[in-house]
């Protein structure tokens, strides 16, 4: 199983470019890297996805270099209804019967 | 679509009690996870099915239960809870596909006092 390592937490401003990094060393070959969001309260919801390369959605993009040993998650020009904890997670959705196992995730607060 | 539902939202028990949480889903998923999260902390894998009647363990598997008669159900039963299973519980639904991500419910806040 592929253990994730994030910050506990990160504090930025409005208006700034968040960054948040997860190392994935032992990733498989057909792992996926997904982020998700998660606010108080509610389920952890999916943000973006990526194998390799960059991914960019309408919310944020993903930076992931060639050994995939890690991936960025990017938020850009950020709000305070940001503030929540991301997740990273390595695993193949779907079939193989992956334990799809969660790291501790960053909470990220996000000030005027 | 509905996406994953949970019922109850709360629920408070007793030590010893017994009770099922229930979750549904409407996207034919075969794949469905049950998950606890303890106050500030991550989630944690109780126990995941990859399809009707095939179930298997997670992290943290001891003192549940779980059944999976049909695609769309997959309960978590408590058979004798304990103040150590206060939690908020969410489960989740992928679909077949590598890249399919996790489908989440709004969750079930228990309390065992």
């Known amino acids: 199983l592929a253990k994730t390592t994030q910050p506990i937490s990160m504090d930025s401003y409005e208006g700034q470019e968040v960054n948040i990094t997860c190392s994935h060393n032992n990733i498989a070959t057909n792992d996926y890297i997904t982020w998700y969001q998660q606010f108080p309260s509610q389920g952890p919801r999916f943000i973006i996805q990526?194998?390799?390369t960059k991914v960019t959605n309408e919310v944020a993009s993903l930076f992931i270099p060639a050994d995939r040993k890690s991936s960025t998650l990017s938020l850009p020009r950020v709000s305070l209804s940001d503030t929540a904890v991301y997740y990273c997670?390595?695993?193949?959705?779907?079939?193989?019967?992956?334990?799809?196992?969660f790291g501790t995730g960053t909470q990220l607060k996000v000030e005027l | 679509n509905a996406g994953v539902t949970q019922t109850p939202k709360f629920r408070i028990l007793k030590i010893g009690q017994s009770m099922t949480l229930q979750c549904t889903q409407d996207m034919n998923h075969n794949y469905m996870y049950w998950y606890r999260q303890d106050p500030g902390m991550g989630l944690k894998l109780i126990y995941y099915?990859?399809?009707?009647?095939?179930?298997d363990k997670g992290e943290v598997p001891n003192g549940y239960n779980v059944s999976r008669s049909t695609t769309e159900d997959f309960p978590l039963r408590l058979e004798l809870a304990a103040p150590s299973q206060t939690s908020v519980y969410f489960c989740a639904s992928s679909g077949q596909g590598r890249d399919s991500p996790l489908h989440f419910g709004n969750g079930t806040r228990l309390t065992v006092t």
């Open positions: 099915s990859v399809g009707a009647g095939i179930t």
């Open positions: 990526g194998y390799k």
């Open positions: 997670l390595v695993g193949r959705g779907g079939g193989g019967g992956n334990k799809l196992t």
